[in-house]
T-cell receptor, first 115, second 111 residues
């Protein structure tokens, strides 16, 4: 069964500092990987996705993520964090060819930003 | 292009009642999935409908059911509500593996 692990429950960074949120996945075949962001009381917004090709993918709001098959990781990065980035971030995987679009999510990482 | 809409946005029910939540997907999307989000369990998959057929189901009791109509709109129903059913219910609409768009959710509170 596929699974996603986000080791950090809560991260606090200063505004302007760099950010890296970790994500490890377990899936037997080629995964499709996603990062979503959720502001309090809101739905999920897609930041970026990876399904093939270049292992460094660019997303919205200045975020990027790197897929590393050897480490089963898909870490999210941002060079300079803004106060508006404070939210909860979820990594997710869907199995290609599984016949279903079911997403498996990690538990999420809550990001706090210090002004 | 309109996004995924969910109604109602907030709902308060009492134990034992039943509830129906609605989701309208993005035009052209034939897959609708439902997720339950709670602080303790995180985001858990409930079920997915594709072209009016349930294609996949998560590990939830039979009190949770759903359906999809010919226009791809979907409803989910929870019968005999329990306190533990209090959650944010999210609907996702998609056309393929590489895109999943979420609605704002319905916040259900069971008293």
């Amino acid at each position: 069964a596929q699974s996603v692990t986000q080791p950090d429950i809560h991260i606090t960074v200063s505004e302007g500092a760099s950010l890296e949120l970790r994500c490890n996945y377990s899936y037997g075949a080629t995964p499709y990987l996603f990062w979503y962001v959720q502001s309090p009381g809101q739905g999920l917004q897609l930041l970026l996705k990876y399904f093939s090709g270049d292992t460094l993918v660019q997303g919205i709001k200045g975020f990027e993520a790197e897929f590393k098959r050897s480490q089963s990781s898909f870490n999210l990065r941002k060079p300079s964090v803004h106060w508006s980035d404070a939210a909860e971030y979820f990594c997710a995987v869907v199995g290609s060819g599984a016949g279903s679009y079911q997403l498996t999510f990690g538990k999420g990482t809550k990001l706090s930003v210090i002004p | 292009k309109a996004g995924v809409t969910q109604t109602p946005r907030y709902l308060i029910k009492t134990r034992g009642q039943q509830v129906t939540l609605s989701c309208s997907p993005i035009s052209g999307h034939r897959s609708v999935s439902w997720y339950q989000q709670t602080p303790g369990q995180g985001l858990q998959f409930l079920f997915e409908y594709f072209s009016e057929t349930q294609r996949n189901k998560g590990n939830f009791p039979g009190r949770f059911s759903g359906r999809q109509f010919s226009n791809s709109r979907s409803e989910m129903n929870v019968s005999t509500l329990e306190l533990g059913d209090s959650a944010l219910y999210l609907c996702a609409s998609s056309r393929s593996y590489n895109e999943q768009f979420f609605g704002p959710g319905t916040r259900l509170t069971v008293l």
